[in-house]
């Protein structure tokens, strides 16, 4: 099914790992983290030129070691954009908020993930992953363009 999405050529195929290895068992009992990050890197190798996204949510327990060793998982995947957001408790029935991140924390995220060579980076406290869907991908391809010509 993926080669059918990938032959329809979407502007940006994205799929959210959520948020770090180590919190799956809890927050995403039936995913396994590697698969979904094999399945961005497959894209790649099925369209080079295709953009791909993920996205992470923090203040569920994680620490920015994990959070960085994502932002690594996802640059050898070649993922081109990165959302980080506050993960907010939809319900009493879902993982409770272990803290809030200060907008300080994110912004050094944002600077590390384009240290890491993403070619977007959206990482604020309202970050969500379709946020400015739009107009981040106007940025993203002046940005791809700017890097490669």
Do not use: C, W
């Not at 993926?2 to 799929?15: C, K, S, T, Y």
């Not at 990482?123 to 969500?128: E, G, K, V």
């Amino acid at each position: 099914m993926l080669e059918v999405v990938v032959e329809a050529r979407p502007d940006v195929f994205n799929h959210n790992l959520e948020t770090v290895p180590g919190l799956y068992p809890e927050v995403r009992p039936g995913a396994r983290y590697f698969h979904s990050l094999r399945l961005l890197q497959r894209v790649k190798e099925l369209d080079p030129t295709m953009f791909t996204k993920s996205g992470i949510m923090v203040g569920l327990g994680e620490d920015r070691q994990s959070v960085v060793q994502v932002m690594e998982d996802m640059r050898a995947a070649d993922i081109d954009f990165l959302t980080i957001g506050q993960y907010l408790q939809p319900t009493p029935k879902h993982h409770r908020v272990d803290r809030f991140v200060h907008p300080d924390e994110f912004a050094s995220y944002e600077k590390a993930a384009y240290g890491k060579g993403f070619l977007m980076v959206s990482a604020t406290p309202l970050t969500r992953s379709s946020y400015h869907a739009g107009d981040d991908f106007a940025r993203l391809r002046a940005a791809r363009l700017a890097k490669h010509g």
